[in-house]
């Protein structure tokens, strides 16, 4: 089962990390990137992201679904 939210930043699972990091940076509210403290979450949510990518790319999932 992949993230719902990873599908929500639309990346064909031929994205490369660099796509998805930025994507998923993209998806994040301004006030969310700019407090210091939420550091530790942004990290964790990224690295979700990349997780699920990397999930999508090894399931051989094509870019339609």
């Known amino acids: 089962m992949t993230d719902p ?3 929500s930043l639309g990346l ?3 994205a490369s990390p660099l796509a998805v990091v930025r994507a998923a940076v993209r998806a ?4 969310t990137r ?3 403290g939420f550091r530790a979450a ?4 990224y690295r979700q992201m990349l997780c ?3 999930a999508r790319q090894a399931a051989g999932d ?4």
């Open 12 to 14: 064909p699972p031929t």
């Open 28 to 31: 994040l509210h301004p006030d």
């Open 34 to 36: 700019a407090v210091c």
């Open 5 to 7: 939210t990873y599908l």
């Open 52 to 54: 699920a990518h990397a």
């Open 42 to 45: 942004r990290k964790r949510f």
């Open 62 to 65: 094509d870019p339609a679904s």
